[in-house]
């Protein structure tokens, strides 16, 4: 897809928050620092729209980017990060809940997952979460430009492995520095979003 518009609509907390034109939605999950502003950046050829940082934690809404008036990408706040207060966790773990329990426009969730290390307990339990609402998934390994190519394979068995992963759920290796992986992201987003 050619992206020329693209505009952050709302950052929300709510469902009465959430957009309301019916536009498909593809939802982006993943640690704090993982690389989920930056893979939205990535695939909209933009530098800066979606916020990235490297204080971890900073995204703390739901953050719906309209693409071309045709679906929307969800920046969902990462999760995993020691300094978030037990109240601020309860809270993201209810609007998580409430968006991916409860959103007929979503159709697919992209998981990411740093490349460079195991997949994390956190991870573990986020595509556990993903499998029992029945939500089709993605995983994105992220920062593959720190792995030499000759170790892709036994990255892409080892994630596979340790998220217990589904025959059915597919797995990408990406960097947003080289930009690798980012045709057949956007082959999967197109195809489950249907646009
Ligand atoms: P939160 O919004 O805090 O949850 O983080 P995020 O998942 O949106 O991560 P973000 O895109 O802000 O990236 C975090 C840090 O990792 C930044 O310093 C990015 O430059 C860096 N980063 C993201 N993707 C890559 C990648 O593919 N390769 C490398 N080398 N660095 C990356
Ligand atoms: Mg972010």
């Not at 930056?38 to 719906?64: D, H, M």
């Not at 990462?78 to 609007?95: F, H, I, L, T």
Request: glycine fraction near 6%; charge should be positive.
């Amino acid at each position: 897809m050619k992206v020329q518009n693209v505009e952050l609509t709302i950052s929300a907390v709510s469902p009465a928050q959430y957009p309301n034109e019916g536009f498909p939605e593809i939802a982006l999950s993943g640690r704090s620092n993982v690389g989920k502003s930056s893979l939205i950046n990535t695939l909209i050829n933009r530098k800066g729209l979606a916020r990235t940082s490297s204080q971890p934690g900073k995204t703390q809404t739901l953050n719906f980017y309209n693409i071309e008036s045709e679906l929307y990408f969800v920046d969902v706040p990462g999760y995993g990060y020691a300094k978030v207060s037990k109240k601020d966790r309860e809270k993201w773990g209810q609007m998580i809940e409430r968006y991916f329990s409860d959103r007929p426009v979503l159709r697919g969730v992209i998981s990411l997952v740093d490349g460079r290390h195991e997949p994390t307990e956190l991870d573990c339990q986020m595509i556990d979460f993903l499998h029992y609402y029945d939500l089709p998934i993605l995983v994105c390994a992220t920062k593959m430009d720190k792995i030499p190519r000759g170790k892709w394979n036994r990255t892409e068995s080892q994630i596979r492995k340790k998220l217990a992963l589904n025959p059915q759920d597919e797995i990408v290796l990406f960097s947003s520095v080289t930009k690798a992986g980012k045709e057949e992201v956007w082959n999967w987003v197109e195809k489950m979003s249907g646009i």
